[in-house]
Every structure is written in structure tokens, then in C-alpha cells.
Nanobody, 117 residues
Framework: QVQLVESGGGLVQAGGSLRLTCAAS???????MSWYRQAPGKQRELVAS???????NYADSAKGRFTISRHNGIHTMYLDMNSLKVDDTAVYYC????????????WGQGTQVTVSS
């Protein structure tokens, strides 16, 4: 069982920046790693993902402002968030997914990001 631990959330003013970190307790090199977020009263949504091969996808809301990266050597994934908006306020979750057998999904516990106006 692999554990994912997010950190780096907090309170920031609109226009500011934060770096979120997802630290895994084991190797995630064969996993697609993703950041999701869930705002109060809303469904959890994908923010960005990075495959084991380095293919990156962003939600339209994140394009041009957020950067996802991973460092397999230290089992860590990052989300650099710039030009933050009030609408970015949410709990941000780290997810690890492997489609190959055995199909496996891990979630972190989440980190709160609050953007004030």
C-alpha cells in the first residue's frame, strides 16, 4: 500500500503563487500522477496530470497558470500555481493511477488552498 501526502496549501491573495507537493511512500514511476481539486458544493475535477512517460495534460482553467512536474527519483510530484484566482479555492488532491494489471489507484488526503480577493 502506497501513501500519498500533499503539502504546500495555504492562504494566498489573488495573483499570488503556491507550490503543492505530493510525496509518495513508494515508487510511482509506473503511475500516471494527477492533481484534482474539489471546491465546496462542487464535484472533484481534474486539474493536471502527468503520465509515467511525461505526457502532460491540463484543465482549461489551469493552462498558462499551473505547471505540473514529477521527480521519480524522490517519489514526488509538484503543482506550481501562479496568478491564483479566488475560483482556485479548493481542496487539492494527489492521485496515482496505474492502468496495467493490477489496476491501482491511490489518493492523498488533500491540502486546502484558499485564495482571497
Amino acid at each position: 500500500q502506497v501513501q500519498l501526502v500533499e503539502s504546500g496549501g495555504g492562504l494566498v491573495q489573488a495573483g499570488g503563487s503556491l507550490r503543492l507537493t505530493c510525496a509518495a511512500s513508494g515508487s510511482m514511476s509506473s503511475f500516471t500522477m494527477s492533481w484534482y481539486r474539489q471546491a465546496p458544493g462542487k464535484q472533484r475535477e481534474l486539474v493536471a496530470s502527468i503520465s509515467s512517460g511525461g505526457t502532460i495534460n491540463y484543465a482549461d482553467s489551469a493552462k498558462g497558470r499551473f505547471t505540473i512536474s514529477r521527480h521519480n527519483g524522490i517519489h514526488t510530484m509538484y503543482l506550481d500555481m501562479n496568478s491564483l484566482k479566488v475560483d482556485d479555492t479548493a481542496v487539492y488532491y494527489c492521485k496515482a493511477f496505474r492502468a496495467m494489471t493490477p489496476r491501482t489507484t491511490y489518493w492523498g488526503q488533500g491540502t486546502q488552498v484558499t485564495v482571497s480577493s
